[in-house]
């Protein structure tokens, strides 16, 4: 049941890390919502008011997504940690390419009104990244591009879509760059998973299984700030109402190098871990956020702290791992 004047919603990508958080608090917001993915969310039940598996390579699938819809969170995209990106160039800029022409050509054929774009970090040019100790990065440093992956310049071109979009047709855009989102129920394992999963992932195998090494790609003094996926949602929901239309930076501007990221969730797993610093993609040598048009045009800026995100995100992973090996045992007992 849609009550009058409730606003609708579809999120695509909603099978998928944020994009499972983000339905929950839409709904918890009081919004009606859609979810559309190519899968189910793998942790836990949709809280949409209806889940619609598409796939949103195609546009008549878009369209149907995209029906009787006032607000749209693009999300929906083929990615994963560097390990993907660094290694899947060809089918990440052929896949996400079409979804985001697809989904906002769709959502303006249906006069969709708002429409929020996820951009990322990883559009910004590779020659402003070389040093751990790095400039934190101005949205105006996009250009001259120069991303490392293709991944990054699939962002930058739909970024580029949808100024047009909203100049031509009158579709609100809003855009949105992340600087990496963790937190529970993201991929952890299988190739996809990001730095802190990984990292937590490892660490919890140390603490169960008695193993002593975790493996860390590089020398592990690569930098990075992350932000807790609760402080993302939150963010992109301000956001879409807001006034503002150029793309965004959204994380914590916290830096921390990869051995740093290690020694905070071995701390709070309470284990002592050996580095083992391997052959691995590293990404960019640093990264960081400028917050300062973020504060200026939200008034506003994630919150939680990356030991309180952790904590979190590590006690998620950690039952993770556990069932798995209790899964391995039973089968190998049977
Ligand atoms: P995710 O991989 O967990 O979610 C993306 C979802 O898109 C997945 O569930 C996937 O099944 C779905 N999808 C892929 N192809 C599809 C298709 N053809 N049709 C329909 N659905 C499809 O990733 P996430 O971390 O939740 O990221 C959400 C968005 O934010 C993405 O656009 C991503 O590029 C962007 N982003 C994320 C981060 C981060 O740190 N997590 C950083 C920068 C940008």
Same mark, same amino acid.
């Given at each position: 049941?849609?009550?009058?004047?409730?606003?609708?919603?579809?999120?695509?990508?909603?099978?998928?890390?944020?994009?499972?958080?983000?339905?929950?608090?839409?709904?918890?917001?009081?919004?009606?919502?859609?979810?559309?993915?190519?899968?189910?969310?793998?942790?836990?039940?949709?809280?949409?008011?209806?889940?619609?598996?598409?796939?949103?390579?195609?546009?008549?699938?878009?369209?149907?997504?995209?029906?009787?819809?006032?607000?749209?969170?693009?999300?929906?995209?083929?990615?994963?940690?560097?390990?993907?990106?660094?290694?899947?160039?060809?089918?990440?800029?052929?896949?996400?390419?079409?979804?985001?022409?697809?989904?906002?050509?769709?959502?303006?054929?249906?006069?969709?009104?708002?429409?929020?774009?996820?951009?990322?970090?990883?559009?910004?040019?590779?020659?402003?990244?070389?040093?751990?100790?790095?400039?934190?990065?101005?949205?105006?440093?996009?250009?001259?591009?120069?991303?490392?992956?293709?991944?990054?310049?699939?962002?930058?071109?739909?970024?580029?879509?949808?100024?047009?979009?909203?100049?031509?047709?009158?579709?609100?855009?809003?855009?949105?760059?992340?600087?990496?989102?963790?937190?529970?129920?993201?991929?952890?394992?299988?190739?996809?998973?990001?730095?802190? $999963?990984?990292?937590?992932?490892? &660490? !919890?195998? =140390? *603490?169960? @299984?008695? /193993?002593?090494?975790?493996?860390?790609? #590089?020398?592990?003094?690569?930098?990075?700030?992350?932000?807790?996926?609760?402080?993302?949602?939150?963010?992109?929901?301000?956001?879409?109402?807001?006034?503002?239309?150029?793309?965004?930076?959204?994380?914590?501007?916290?830096?921390?190098?990869?051995?740093?990221? $290690?020694?905070?969730?071995?701390? &709070? !797993?309470? =284990? *002592?871990? @050996?580095? /083992?610093?391997?052959?691995?993609?590293? #990404?960019?040598?640093?990264?960081?956020?400028?917050?300062?048009?973020?504060?200026?045009?939200?008034?506003?800026?994630?919150?939680?702290?990356?030991?309180?995100?952790?904590?979190?995100?590590?006690?998620?992973?950690?039952?993770?791992?556990?069932?798995?090996?209790?899964?391995?045992?039973?089968?190998?007992? !049977?």
């Amino acid at each position: 049941m849609i009550a009058k004047n409730q606003t609708k919603v579809l999120v695509t990508g909603a099978g998928g890390f944020i994009g499972s958080h983000l339905v929950t608090y839409l709904k918890n917001k009081g919004y009606w919502v859609r979810g559309v993915d190519i899968k189910e969310p793998e942790f836990s039940k949709t809280d949409a008011d209806e889940f619609e598996l598409l796939d949103l390579r195609r546009w008549d699938n878009c369209l149907q997504a995209t029906r009787n819809i006032q607000e749209v969170y693009a999300l929906a995209a083929d990615m994963g940690g560097m390990g993907f990106i660094s290694n899947h160039n060809a089918q990440i800029l052929y896949n996400n390419s079409l979804i985001n022409l697809h989904t906002l050509d769709a959502a303006k054929t249906n006069g969709v009104e708002r429409y929020l774009y996820t951009s990322s970090a990883c559009i910004y040019p590779e020659y402003l990244q070389e040093e751990a100790d790095v400039k934190p990065l101005k949205e105006e440093d996009a250009y001259p591009a120069q991303p490392q992956d293709a991944y990054g310049w699939e962002k930058l071109i739909s970024e580029i879509l949808c100024m047009h979009y909203r100049n031509d047709y009158g579709i609100e855009t809003r855009t949105v760059r992340f600087h990496n989102i963790f937190g529970e129920k993201g991929s952890w394992e299988g190739g996809r998973e990001k730095a802190p $999963a990984a990292m937590c992932r490892k &660490i !919890a195998e =140390v *603490k169960l @299984t008695g /193993k002593k090494e975790i493996e860390i790609w #590089g020398d592990g003094e690569q930098t990075r700030s992350f932000c807790y996926v609760d402080d993302c949602v939150e963010g992109i929901h301000r956001l879409i109402h807001s006034d503002f239309s150029e793309p965004l930076n959204l994380g914590q501007d916290r830096i921390v190098t990869i051995n740093q990221l $290690a020694d905070i969730i071995a701390e &709070i !797993a309470n =284990v *002592k871990v @050996t580095k /083992k610093h391997i052959d691995g993609p590293m #990404g960019v040598r640093g990264r960081n956020s400028d917050n300062t048009k973020l504060r200026e045009v939200l008034g506003w800026e994630p919150k939680i702290s990356l030991e309180d995100g952790l904590k979190k995100t590590y006690d998620w992973i950690e039952n993770q791992v556990k069932e798995k090996i209790q899964n391995k045992t039973e089968t190998a007992a !049977a």
